[in-house]
């Protein structure tokens, strides 16, 4: 069983950094593909970024690219997403993810996940 806990959630300035992380209480990140996905108000989920298993290759979405970046921790069993120059429009309630049956690049479908946590609130204001 896969058991996910998100954290680092808040409300940050326009501009600002802030660091999410999600917990793996039964497992290290091994063996399957590991991501963020994120619901803006009134919209749907949407892929973040996502990391593969080995050699740990990343994918990002286009509106993220070149502001956050995706990261694990294998020995503390850690997932994590750096948030640089964040904008108001990258405000949403951010989830982790864990695709354990389908491929990394697959895993941007949400479809396509298996496990999820309970989400973090990051709110931008301007």
């Known amino acids: 069983q896969v058991q996910l806990a998100e954290s680092g959630g808040e409300l940050v300035q326009e501009g600002g950094s802030l660091r999410l992380s999600c917990a793996n209480s039964?497992?290290?990140?091994?063996?399957?593909?590991a991501g963020w996905f994120r619901q803006p108000p009134g919209k749907e989920r949407e892929f973040v970024a996502a990391i593969s298993w080995t050699p740990g290759y990343t994918y990002y979405a286009d509106s993220v690219k070149g502001r956050f970046t995706i990261s694990r921790d294998f020995a503390k069993k850690m997932l994590y997403l750096q948030m640089n120059n964040v904008k108001p429009e990258d405000t949403a309630v951010y989830y982790c993810?864990?695709?354990?049956?389908?491929?990394?690049?697959?895993?941007?479908?949400?479809?396509?996940?298996?496990?999820w946590g309970h989400g973090t609130q990051v709110t931008v204001s301007s």
């Open positions: 993810a864990v695709a354990i049956h389908s491929t990394t690049q697959e895993m941007k479908q949400s479809h396509n996940v298996d496990y």
């Open positions: 039964d497992r290290t990140f091994t063996n399957f593909g």
